[in-house]
């Protein structure tokens, strides 16, 4: 997977259906970390839910909600 194209993909489909420019776009990325992605059912009116995406050097600490360095190797 490209996640690159996957998210400009998603601006093009949010600008063609509300009809701006997509250099006038820009994300907002909001993380769900309190439910299991089997556990979401309904689509999002705009955008998309995303799940497994990988960090070189950080990594997502599930307790306090924030990024932390990375575990050893």
């Not at 996957?6 to 994300?27: C, G, M, P, W």
């Amino acid at each position: 997977m490209f996640p690159q194209a996957f998210f400009t993909a998603t601006l093009q489909n949010y600008a063609r259906k509300h009809v701006i420019a997509i250099d006038e776009l820009s994300f907002e990325v909001k993380i769900i970390d309190d439910i299991a992605p089997h556990e979401v059912s309904d689509k999002p009116e705009d955008g998309a839910y995303s799940y497994g995406l990988f960090m070189e050097g950080a990594r997502w600490n599930r307790t306090t909600h924030v990024l932390d360095d990375s575990k050893a190797k």
